[in-house]
């Protein structure tokens, strides 16, 4: 993800829009949405807020012109609206839209355990039928939103049958040049399986092959993906050796705002985690030692020159589960070991 984006797509989510406007005053922020009305209020909004770097635009993202309405070389893109049905075409124009260089694409899109995709379990509870829904909507107008809420969806427009599953989706993906780099679901599954013994039986699955296999052990509400124009390799977790001759990035944590560490470095610290309030903080504990790490990862030198600039016994061996977890919630990456 990059740490200081020139260009910025947002597809249907006008308040990310107006965070990311203010958080990267430098960037020029291209906003779409499928409503005029909202065009117009988004607008309004953010000559209110007095962000110059904001361009406001009626599309969506299955509009074969996408590219020719919003321009093209995007380093960041967010699309939170997508639905199934439309996948290929909106993943084909994202792609178009994006910098080929290094672009880093979210989407969101109900999965198959969202609310609106079990409508005829749920229905019922509030006394309504699916096959014969009163002729007034009133009621069930009022009811979907609170229901995709409830999910943890805040975009009710966005469900839509048939659902497609998470493979399929990265499947298409690939089709358009895209590379799958990570899932919302991956870090909340993962902090489990750290509670209940570890990770090590995990070590063999890569980036995509975990993500799907998380996907079928625990369904979530929502697939929340992210892709890059650029391909990325997977560590080498089960090999020690190797793995400490790569060098980590943090990719979206301000590293300036870690305060430097000293010893003891077993002592434990709170840190919160996030970008410049755009995404959802997370607030963690870690040693001090790891706190460190974080600060200093520049991506400039590796694992073990950390380690050996660092008065502080530990094997690499004892990093894997914290740097496994980092690098899965995309907090750190592990770029491979420069070329001698």
């Excluded at 020719?68 to 639905?83: Q, V």
């Excluded at 892709?227 to 190797?242: A, L, V, Y």
């Excluded at 990862?297 to 061996?317: N, Q, T, Y």
């Amino acid at each position: 993800m990059p740490t200081d984006p020139k260009r910025i797509l947002v597809c249907g989510a006008s308040s990310e829009a107006i965070l990311l406007a203010k958080s990267f005053p430098q960037a020029d922020v291209v906003v779409t949405d499928a409503s005029s009305k909202n065009v117009r209020a988004l607008r309004l909004s953010a000559r209110r807020r007095r962000l110059g770097n904001i361009v406001v635009e009626e599309a969506v993202p299955t509009q074969p012109a996408l590219a020719e309405i919003t321009g093209r070389n995007f380093d960041l893109i967010l699309a939170l609206d997508l639905s199934s049905p439309q996948a290929p075409e909106s993943l084909s124009n994202l792609a178009s839209c994006a910098s080929r260089q290094n672009a880093t694409i979210f989407c969101k899109t109900p999965a198959a355990a969202h609310p609106f995709l079990r409508l005829g379990e749920i229905l019922p509870s509030f006394g309504l039928d699916l096959e014969n829904l009163p002729e007034d909507h009133a009621t069930i107008t009022s009811l979907l939103p609170l229901l995709a809420a409830l999910g943890g969806d805040d975009l009710p427009g966005n469900a839509a049958l048939p659902v497609w599953s998470f493979k399929q989706w990265i499947d298409s993906a690939k089709s358009h040049g895209l590379h799958f780099a990570a899932s919302g679901h991956v870090p909340t599954v993962l902090a489990r399986s750290l509670q209940a013994g570890g990770v090590q039986p995990l070590l063999s699955f890569g980036r995509e092959s975990l993500a799907i296999l998380f996907d079928s052990i625990a369904r979530p509400v929502c697939h929340q993906m992210v892709f890059t124009t650029s391909e990325t390799q997977d560590p080498p977790w089960r090999n020690p050796e190797e793995l400490s001759k790569w060098r980590p990035l943090v990719q979206f944590l301000p590293r300036k705002s870690l305060p430097e560490q000293c010893a003891p470095y077993n002592r434990t610290m709170s840190a919160d985690i996030s970008l410049k309030n755009v995404l959802p903080s997370m607030n963690m504990q870690m040693s001090a030692y790891l706190l460190e790490l974080l600060r200093r990862a520049d991506g400039a030198i590796s694992l073990s020159e950390f380690m050996r600039s660092i008065p502080h016994e530990v094997k690499i061996e004892e990093l894997v589960p914290a740097l496994y977890f980092f690098f899965h919630s995309t907090i750190l990456n592990l770029l491979p070991p420069t070329e001698s």
